[in-house]
Each structure stands twice: as structure tokens, then as C-alpha cells.
């Protein structure tokens, strides 16, 4: 799904000939959303990030014949469906060793603290209290915002001790109003003053209506997205209440089952789908009136350093 998301920011990039990173004070995003936005805070393009997808998405999503899909399936009943490891190593030959807090734009990741079951963010050094996750490596953080329950086994996080993550998504979904808060609260800004320029991962059509007089085995699937379709539409209506209008959204409406998470043969498709929307009118003259406009956000100076390697 993050194909879709980062191929519509690179198409971006390319129209208006400007790198998000430089423009906007305060980057979010959560688990692919995560992974890309790391990615842009430590210099990388959005068409550099999008290589990830068409490069690594195979390897760490692999196709296999019916027999191993079904094996697969089976395997998901009792474990996580896809490789820790393999995620893993397909960051670090993205990011390197680079540091968490190496990044040239304020960074704001959810995850969620599993061990002491609440809400969680890693932050970049961009207020006086935020100097826990900056030496953490960039993987590190990646890798705790992307756990998705089921899908990937839970993320230990070296720099914090014992600590163990899963996918910010489960409260998260959409970060928007994360972002929001963290701009009014921490960084001072009006909520007035705040434009956000909001990607999603594809959405498809959704009611609950068939479900008004089902028990547990017949909302089954549908409950999990009743509470994820709800948290977002909660993120973005309160984001355009609360900019009075700062706030744009750019989606696609799909056909449901078209796309799954796990699905790397579908990337290319994903990649198509966010060109196109990318480059509509309605999107690409906002995006390069208010966002990519050729006005840099001024520079990010954090306010703690990375620790020197070695030290």
C-alpha cells in the first residue's frame, strides 16, 4: 500500500521540481507511512524511497505457488505471516546506520509500547524534553512503527531497554491529527497557521450496514475495519475542523480485495494508480500553491545531538 503513497509524493516532487523534506517543518507517518518518512528526513528522495518498494517489496513479500500460500495461510493462524529478519535487512541497505536523530526534518512516528500497553511516539530532538529516540537507529524506529500485529512479529527497540513495539497504525492510522498536536503543543503553532498535506495508502468503499444484527462470526474481518476506517475519518474530519481548511487530503478509492498488504505483485500497479492521482488538477495545484512551492521550511537545528559513533 505504501507503493501508492510514496509514488504520488515522488510524482510530486517531480512536477514541482521540490524535495518534501525541504518544505514542510514536521513530517508523520506511520508504518509505511513511517518507513517513507524516515527515509525523506535522512535525504533520500521520494523516488529514491519508492525504489524500496520495487526493489525490496519482493523479497520481503515474497509471491510462492499455491502450496506455499496455503502453507502460509496456515502458518498465520499461530505466528506472525512474514519475516522480522527480512524487513529488517531490506531497511538497512535503505538507510544505512544512519541515527534516528541524523534526520534534516522534524520527524513524529507513532508506535504503540506493547510491554505497557499505551500509545507511543519517537521523536526527533525538535523540542527540549525529546532526547530518548534520537540515537536509535533509523531501522530501529522503522521497524516499530511497521510491526503490524499478525503480520510481523513485535519490534525490540535497543535504545530503549526491554522495550518491545507493535505497528502505530492501532491508534494511528492516519497521523494528521497527530501532527497537528504535536504543532500546537510542542512547536507552538496555531492551529490556523497549519497547513498538512495528508497521503493515504488507497481506500476502498466501506459501510457496516450488513452487519447491524450480526454476532462475533459475522462481523469477523469487518470489525477490525470498522474501528481502523473510523480512526481515520475521526484524524482527518478533526484536522479540517481544527485548520479551518489547512488541511488536503490525497486518496484513491479502489475496489475492495484489489490490493492487500502483503502483496508485492501488485506494486507496479500501486506505483500507476498514485502517478495518475498525483498530477490530477484538484491535488497538483494545491500541492504547489501551498506545499511544494518553491518557499523552504526554515532549516530544522535539533536541540540535542546524536551521540558520535564510538561514544
Not at 530501529?140 to 500485529?149: E, F, M
Request: proline fraction near 5%.
Amino acid at each position: 500500500m505504501g507503493a501508492f503513497s510514496v509514488s504520488v509524493l515522488a510524482e510530486l516532487e517531480k512536477a514541482t521540481g521540490c524535495l518534501a523534506a525541504d518544505h514542510f517543518d514536521l513530517i508523520t507517518g506511520t508504518s509505511t507511512g513511517g518507513i517513507i518518512a524516515i527515509g525523506l528526513g535522512l535525504g533520500k528522495s521520494a523516488e529514491e524511497m519508492k525504489g524500496f518498494y520495487t526493489e525490496k517489496g519482493p523479497r520481503i513479500f515474497p509471491n510462492a505457488g499455491f502450496t506455499r500460500r496455503l502453507g502460509n495461510t496456515l502458518r498465520h493462524l499461530f505466528k506472525p505471516k512474514c519475516s522480522h529478519d527480512l524487513l529488517e535487512s531490506a531497511l538497512e541497505e535503505v538507510y544505512g546506520d544512519r541515527k534516528f536523530g541524523e534526520s534534516k526534518c522534524r520527524l513524529l512516528i507513532p508506535t504503540y509500547d506493547a510491554n505497557q500497553g499505551r500509545i507511543f511516539l519517537l521523536k526527533t530532538a525538535h523540542h527540549e524534553r525529546f532526547k530518548f529516540d534520537i540515537d536509535a537507529r533509523a531501522v530501529d524506529v522503522a521497524l516499530a512503527t511497521a510491526a503490524a500485529p499478525t503480520y510481523f512479529s513485535q519490534a525490540p527497540f535497543p535504545e530503549h531497554q526491554g522495550a518491545s513495539y507493535v505497528d502505530g497504525g492501532v491508534w494511528a492510522n492516519c497521523p494528521a491529527l497527530v501532527g497537528l498536536v504535536e504543532a500546537t503543543h510542542f512547536l507552538g503553532q496555531k492551529p490556523t497557521d497549519v497547513d498538512i498535506l495528508s497521503i493515504g495508502t488507497t481506500d476502498t468503499p466501506f459501510n457496516v450496514a450488513g452487519n447491524a444484527q450480526s454476532g462475533v462470526f459475522g462481523w469477523a474481518k469487518g470489525l477490525v475495519n470498522l474501528f481502523m476506517t473510523a480512526q481515520i475519518e475521526a484524524s482527518m474530519k478533526t484536522s479540517m475542523l481544527m485548520t479551518h481548511g489547512g488541511f488536503h487530503r490525497i486518496d484513491c478509492m479502489v475496489a475492495e480485495g484489489r490490493f492487500a498488504l502483503d502483496d508485492a505483485g501488485k506494486v507496479n500497479e500501486l506505483i500507476g494508480i498514485g502517478r495518475g492521482v498525483a498530477v490530477k488538477k484538484e491535488h497538483l495545484e494545491v500541492v504547489e500553491s501551498r506545499f511544494l512551492n518553491g518557499n523552504p521550511a526554515a532549516p530544522f537545528v535539533p536541540i540535542h545531538a546524536v551521540t558520535p559513533a564510538g561514544e
